[in-house]
C-alpha cells in the first residue's frame, strides 16, 4: 500500500468516527406541557353534583308528571262546571218567561172577572135607581101571552144562572192564575239559586285551574333550569375524566419517550464504542502491507411522516375505529373516530386549503381542509395544530397532532366529511374508499 493511500485511510476512519460521535439517532420530537390533572377528589365531587343534578330533575319531572294530572283533573271538573253553569242559564231563563206568561195570564184573568163583576154591578144599579121596578119585571109585564110570559120568565132565570156561574168560573181561573204565578215566582226563585251555585262552583274550579297552570308553569321553569344544572354538571365531568385520560395518556406518551430517549443514548454510546473499534482496526490494518479493500455500507432515511396514501388521498390517521357514523344514544354521530396514543400524527386526507384552524365548540380544536370539488374534511378534538388558515396542504401531510379537547372521553381523531363548509354530511368511510383509501 502507497504512502498516500494510507494517509487516505487514516483520514476516512477519522471522518467516521467523527460520524459517529456527532450523529446520534435524533430524540422524539418534544411533547407539549403536561395537561391539566384533575385529582380524584375533584372527579367525584363532579360526580356527586351530576348525579345530585339528575336526583333533582327526576323529582322535578315527578312534579310535573303529578301537577299534569292534576291539571287534567281540574280541566274536566272546570268542563264539568261550565256544562251545569250553561244547563242553569237556560233553565232559568225558562222560568223567567213561564213567569212573564203566568203574570200575564193573571192579569188577563183579572180584567175577565172586573167585567163579570162590572155587569152584575150594573144590573144591580139599575134596579136600585128604579127601585123595586126592574129590567125582570118589564120584561115580565111586556110579555104577549101566558106562554111568552113563561118563557121569558125562564130566560131571565137561566140567564142570571149563567152569569153567575160565570162569574163564579171567572174568578176560580183568576185564583188558579195567581197559584201559577206564584209557583213560576219560585220557579224563577229556585232557578236562580241554581244558576248562582254553578256559577260561583264554576268559578272555584277555575280559579284553582288557573293557580294549577302557574303552579306548572313555574314548576316547567325550575326543570328547565334543573335540566340546565345537569347538563353543566355533566359536561364539567366529561371534561375532567376526559382531561385525567389525557394526562394519564400524556404521561404514558412521556415515559415511552423517556424510555426511548435513553434506550438511543445507550445505543449511540455503543454504536460510538463500536466505531472506535472499528476505526482503530481500519488503521491497524490499513498499516499493515496486505489490507483487505474498504467493505460498503449504507445507512437507512428517516421513516417518512406521511400516513397511508395512494398519492391524491390519504389515511387521516392510524389507529382503531371506534365510532361510526351513524346514530348514538339517540343522536346522529356525523363522523367516524378513530382512537391512538397521545399526540399522533393526524394527516391530511387530500391537497387543499386550510379554510379553519384553532378553537372550535365541542371539539376545542379542530381544522377544516377544503379539497377540489368543494367537499371539505374536518378533524376535531386535536392536541396540537401544525398548519394555518389559508395554507396548501398536500395528502398524507401531518397538521396535527391527536388529542382529546373539547367533549371528549378519550384521545382520538373526530374525521367528518362535508359538502361544502358546514354543508351536509356525508360517511367518511365510503368516501374515502372511493378514493383508494381503505380503513
Same mark, same amino acid.
Not at 28 to 57: C, F, H, M
Given at each position: 500500500?502507497?504512502?498516500?493511500?494510507?494517509?487516505?485511510?487514516?483520514?476516512?476512519?477519522?471522518?467516521?468516527?467523527?460520524?459517529?460521535?456527532?450523529?446520534?439517532?435524533?430524540?422524539?420530537?418534544?411533547?407539549?406541557?403536561?395537561?391539566?390533572?384533575?385529582?380524584?377528589?375533584?372527579?367525584?365531587?363532579?360526580?356527586?353534583?351530576?348525579?345530585?343534578?339528575?336526583?333533582?330533575?327526576?323529582?322535578?319531572?315527578?312534579?310535573?308528571?303529578?301537577?299534569?294530572?292534576?291539571?287534567?283533573?281540574?280541566?274536566?271538573?272546570?268542563?264539568?262546571?261550565?256544562?251545569?253553569?250553561?244547563?242553569?242559564?237556560?233553565?232559568?231563563?225558562?222560568?223567567?218567561?213561564?213567569?212573564?206568561?203566568?203574570?200575564?195570564?193573571?192579569?188577563?184573568?183579572?180584567?175577565?172577572?172586573?167585567?163579570?163583576?162590572?155587569?152584575?154591578?150594573?144590573?144591580?144599579?139599575?134596579?136600585?135607581?128604579?127601585?123595586?121596578?126592574?129590567?125582570?119585571?118589564?120584561?115580565?109585564?111586556?110579555?104577549?101571552?101566558?106562554?111568552?110570559?113563561?118563557?121569558?120568565?125562564?130566560?131571565?132565570?137561566?140567564?142570571?144562572?149563567?152569569?153567575?156561574?160565570?162569574?163564579?168560573?171567572?174568578?176560580?181561573?183568576?185564583?188558579?192564575?195567581?197559584?201559577?204565578?206564584?209557583?213560576?215566582?219560585?220557579?224563577?226563585?229556585?232557578?236562580?239559586?241554581?244558576?248562582?251555585?254553578?256559577?260561583?262552583?264554576?268559578?272555584?274550579?277555575?280559579?284553582?285551574?288557573?293557580?294549577?297552570?302557574?303552579?306548572?308553569?313555574?314548576?316547567?321553569?325550575?326543570?328547565?333550569?334543573?335540566?340546565?344544572?345537569?347538563?353543566?354538571?355533566?359536561?364539567?365531568?366529561?371534561?375532567?375524566?376526559?382531561?385525567?385520560?389525557?394526562?394519564?395518556?400524556?404521561? #404514558?406518551?412521556?415515559? !415511552?419517550?423517556?424510555? $426511548? *430517549? &435513553? =434506550?438511543? +443514548? %445507550?445505543? /449511540? @454510546? #455503543?454504536?460510538?464504542? !463500536?466505531?472506535?473499534? $472499528? *476505526? &482503530? =482496526?481500519? +488503521? %491497524?490494518? /490499513? @498499516?499493515?502491507?496486505?489490507?483487505?479493500?474498504?467493505?460498503?455500507?449504507?445507512?437507512? +432515511?428517516?421513516?417518512?411522516?406521511?400516513?397511508?396514501?395512494?398519492?391524491?388521498?390519504?389515511?387521516?390517521?392510524?389507529?382503531?375505529?371506534?365510532?361510526?357514523?351513524?346514530?348514538?344514544?339517540?343522536?346522529?354521530?356525523?363522523?367516524?373516530?378513530?382512537?391512538?396514543?397521545?399526540?399522533?400524527?393526524?394527516?391530511?386526507?387530500?391537497?387543499?386549503?386550510?379554510?379553519?384552524?384553532?378553537?372550535?365548540?365541542?371539539?376545542?380544536?379542530?381544522?377544516?381542509?377544503?379539497?377540489?370539488?368543494?367537499?371539505?374534511?374536518?378533524?376535531?378534538?386535536?392536541?396540537?395544530?401544525?398548519?394555518?388558515?389559508?395554507?396548501?396542504?398536500?395528502?398524507?401531510?401531518?397538521?396535527?397532532?391527536?388529542?382529546?379537547?373539547?367533549?371528549?372521553?378519550?384521545?382520538?381523531?373526530?374525521?367528518?366529511?362535508?359538502?361544502?363548509?358546514?354543508?351536509?354530511?356525508?360517511?367518511?368511510?365510503?368516501?374515502?374508499?372511493?378514493?383508494?383509501?381503505?380503513?
Amino acid at each position: 500500500m502507497s504512502r498516500s493511500r494510507a494517509t487516505a485511510t487514516a483520514i476516512g476512519v477519522a471522518v467516521s468516527a467523527l460520524l459517529w460521535a456527532f450523529v446520534v439517532p435524533s430524540a422524539a420530537v418534544a411533547l407539549p406541557p403536561p395537561p391539566p390533572n384533575p385529582s380524584d377528589a375533584q372527579i367525584s365531587g363532579a360526580a356527586a353534583e351530576k348525579a345530585a343534578a339528575s336526583a333533582a330533575v327526576s323529582q322535578a319531572a315527578a312534579n310535573s308528571a303529578a301537577m299534569a294530572n292534576q291539571i287534567g283533573a281540574l280541566e274536566a271538573q272546570t268542563l264539568a262546571a261550565a256544562d251545569k253553569h250553561e244547563q242553569a242559564v237556560g233553565q232559568l231563563e225558562i222560568a223567567n218567561q213561564t213567569q212573564l206568561q203566568t203574570a200575564q195570564s193573571v192579569k188577563d184573568a183579572g180584567v175577565a172577572v172586573g167585567n163579570a163583576e162590572a155587569s152584575v154591578a150594573t144590573l144591580a144599579h139599575n134596579s136600585y135607581i128604579q127601585g123595586n121596578f126592574i129590567y125582570t119585571d118589564i120584561m115580565l109585564l111586556t110579555a104577549e101571552g101566558p106562554q111568552d110570559l113563561i118563557e121569558r120568565s125562564s130566560m131571565l132565570s137561566v140567564v142570571s144562572q149563567i152569569q153567575m156561574k160565570q162569574v163564579e168560573k171567572l174568578r176560580l181561573a183568576k185564583i188558579a192564575q195567581a197559584n201559577a204565578d206564584s209557583a213560576a215566582k219560585q220557579a224563577v226563585l229556585d232557578k236562580a239559586a241554581a244558576e248562582k251555585l254553578a256559577k260561583e262552583t264554576l268559578d272555584t274550579v277555575t280559579s284553582q285551574l288557573s293557580s294549577a297552570q302557574e303552579t306548572m308553569q313555574t314548576l316547567q321553569a325550575q326543570k328547565v333550569q334543573l335540566d340546565a344544572q345537569l347538563a353543566a354538571a355533566q359536561s364539567t365531568l366529561m371534561q375532567l375524566e376526559g382531561a385525567k385520560q389525557t394526562y394519564q395518556q400524556w404521561l #404514558a406518551q412521556k415515559q !415511552a419517550e423517556e424510555a $426511548a *430517549a &435513553a =434506550a438511543a +443514548a %445507550a445505543k /449511540a @454510546a #455503543a454504536d460510538k464504542a !463500536a466505531a472506535a473499534q $472499528a *476505526a &482503530a =482496526a481500519q +488503521a %491497524a490494518a /490499513a @498499516a499493515k502491507p496486505a489490507s483487505s479493500g474498504p467493505s460498503s455500507g449504507g445507512s437507512s +432515511a428517516p421513516p417518512s411522516n406521511s400516513g397511508a396514501s395512494n398519492g391524491a388521498w390519504a389515511l387521516p390517521a392510524g389507529g382503531v375505529l371506534t365510532t361510526c357514523f351513524c346514530m348514538r344514544w339517540g343522536e346522529m354521530h356525523y363522523g367516524i373516530d378513530i382512537a391512538a396514543p397521545f399526540m399522533t400524527p393526524i394527516y391530511a386526507a387530500g391537497s387543499g386549503t386550510v379554510k379553519r384552524a384553532g378553537s372550535a365548540t365541542g371539539f376545542g380544536q379542530a381544522i377544516y381542509i377544503q379539497h377540489a370539488g368543494g367537499w371539505v374534511t374536518v378533524y376535531g378534538h386535536i392536541e396540537a395544530i401544525y398548519v394555518s388558515v389559508g395554507q396548501q396542504v398536500s395528502a398524507g401531510q401531518v397538521i396535527a397532532g391527536m388529542g382529546s379537547r373539547g367533549f371528549s372521553t378519550g384521545v382520538h381523531l373526530h374525521f367528518e366529511v362535508t359538502q361544502g363548509m358546514y354543508g351536509t354530511r356525508v360517511s367518511p368511510i365510503p368516501w374515502l374508499a372511493a378514493r383508494g383509501i381503505y380503513l
